[in-house]
T-cell receptor, first 114, second 114 residues
Framework: ETGVTQTPRHLVMGMTNKKSLKCEQH?????MYWYKQSAKKPLELMFV???????ENNSVPSRFSPECPNSSHLFLHLHTLQPEDSALYLC?????????????FGPGTRLTVL | AQSVTQPDIHITVSEGASLELRCNYS??????LFWYVQSPGQGLQLLLK??????LVQGIKGFEAEFKRSQSSFNLRKPSVHWSDAAEYFC????????????FGQGTTLQVKP
């Protein structure tokens, strides 16, 4: 595997389900990001992890719970979601050396909440 | 406030015609600028980036962009568009920070007519 991978690619879940999205980066980066992309809206940054510590949480509802067990893996745990949470969830990674950020994106997970 | 504006939501060009996608930014520090492309159902792929130096930067797939500090712009150009260029294009700005956060524009959807 190369680059940034995300699984599953598609997920349909009910509002009472619990599921997790997985992201893995094979680039040796030290920062990882979750974005939400809804139709007709700009990319929304949800969480930022730098060196496995959460450094940014952009007022995301608690029904979204991120986890970064190591620098290569990032999870987004989902529970009690709402239909408006249906979107494409994108993971990205970058190498924060000099602070210049070039993010590499995964293909995304298309989430549908029924 | 930090922001990125892509004034054109949709653009349609004929195959073989030239293309220019506009991007204006507002950023308080030295900006690092990026253009990404997203094909349907896919993640974002980096086309090109500007950090410093020559204000005309070359990217992949025959794209180029010019940084104009006086106009706070970073427009993307291609001399001859191919049908495979149909996609959504995002301009983003970032700076030196401990999170590597990027601010994205709303995107421009490019349609290519045969």
């Amino acid at each position: 595997e190369t680059g940034v991978t995300q699984t599953p690619r598609h997920l349909v879940m009910g509002m009472t389900n619990k599921k997790s999205l997985k992201c893995e980066q094979h680039l040796g980066h030290n920062a990882m990001y979750w974005y939400k992309q809804s139709a007709k809206k700009p990319l929304e940054l949800m969480f930022v992890y730098s060196l496995e510590e959460r450094v940014e949480n952009n007022s995301v509802p608690s029904r979204f719970s991120p986890e970064c067990p190591n620098s290569s893996h990032l999870f987004l745990h989902l529970h009690t979601l709402q239909p408006e949470d249906s979107a494409l969830y994108l993971c990205a990674s970058s190498q924060l050396t000099s602070g210049i950020n070039e993010q590499f994106f995964g293909p995304g997970t298309r989430l549908t909440v029924l | 406030a930090q922001s990125v504006t892509q004034p054109d939501i949709h653009i349609t060009v004929s195959e073989g015609a030239s293309l220019e996608l506009r991007c204006n930014y507002s950023y308080g520090a030295t900006p690092y600028l990026f253009w990404y492309v997203q094909s349907p159902g896919q993640g974002l792929q980096l086309l090109l980036k500007y950090f410093s130096g020559d204000t005309l930067v070359q990217g992949i797939k025959g794209f180029e962009a010019e940084f104009k500090r006086s106009q706070s712009s970073f427009n993307l150009r291609k001399p001859s568009v191919h049908w495979s260029d149909a996609a959504e294009y995002f301009c983003a700005v970032g700076g030196s920070s401990n999170t590597g956060k990027l601010i994205f524009g709303q995107g421009t959807t490019l349609q290519v007519k045969p």
